[in-house]
């Protein structure tokens, strides 16, 4: 799994962060809650680890705003804050565990992948994908916006698929090119670029307000 850790005690992150990719997982560190929010919005992840006690923006504020902005990325919750009623609050803040510290961190690797388990089994069960008026059908491999039938080669496909799951968020060039291209590097080309016109030309023509947008210096954004 790919696991982002937002923990602002170096020591306490270093560990987990070191007992998890031990494990086999991919994890990544924010130290403050400006940075986690942002990784957290614009990156891909199966599970976060959020500390409620964060400089910049606090743990509970950061899940609430993912929360408002549709991510739906499984959190656990990771704070010494351990009353009924810190952890209620963690929970309706739109956390899906909470754990107390000190904590075994054999307990925290078992919450963690548990919940990377209850993530698959959601995303196993999606068969339809919809922004606005464009619906994605994935069993029958057909795209549709508004009563027009749209044609998408292989590629396109996948590339509206991911842009479609991660819509209303940044999707950068090293996002698409992991995942839709199965790229880890930069081939130095402008594949990307040529796909995303080709599928405007699809997706947007002809109709009043355009779905697929550029950000400057970043990368690519798909909204309603």
Do not use: C
Not at 2 to 20: H, P, R
Not at 89 to 105: Q, V
Not at 161 to 172: D, K
Not at 184 to 192: A, E, G, K, R, S
């Amino acid at each position: 799994m790919k696991i982002l850790v937002i923990e602002d005690d170096a020591q306490a992150a270093a560990y987990m962060v070191k007992g998890l990719r031990e494990s086999g997982h991919v994890v990544d560190h924010a130290a403050d809650g400006k940075d986690g929010l942002f990784m957290a919005g614009s990156e891909t992840y199966d599970v976060l680890i959020v500390d409620r006690l964060l400089p910049g923006r606090d743990g509970l504020s950061l899940v609430e705003i993912l929360r408002g902005a549709g991510t739906d990325t499984p959190v656990l919750f990771l704070s010494a804050l351990g009353s009924v009623d810190d952890r209620v609050r963690g929970l309706r803040a739109g956390g899906d565990d909470y754990l107390t510290k000190p904590y075994a961190f054999s307990e925290l690797l078992a919450r963690v992948e548990a919940l990377g388990r209850r993530k698959s089994a959601g995303a196993a069960a999606t068969t339809r994908l919809q922004v606005g008026d464009l619906e994605m059908d994935l069993l029958a491999r057909r795209v549709r916006r508004g009563t027009r039938q749209i044609d998408l080669l292989p590629r396109e496909f996948r590339l509206l698929e991911y842009l479609m799951r991660h819509a209303g968020n940044v999707v950068t060039r090293t996002m698409l090119l992991e995942s839709v291209w199965d790229y880890h590097f930069d081939p130095q080309t402008n594949v990307i670029d040529v796909h995303v016109a080709r599928l405007r030309q699809k997706i947007d023509r002809d109709f009043p307000t355009p779905m697929i947008h550029t950000v400057r210096g970043a990368g690519y954004t798909l909204r309603a």
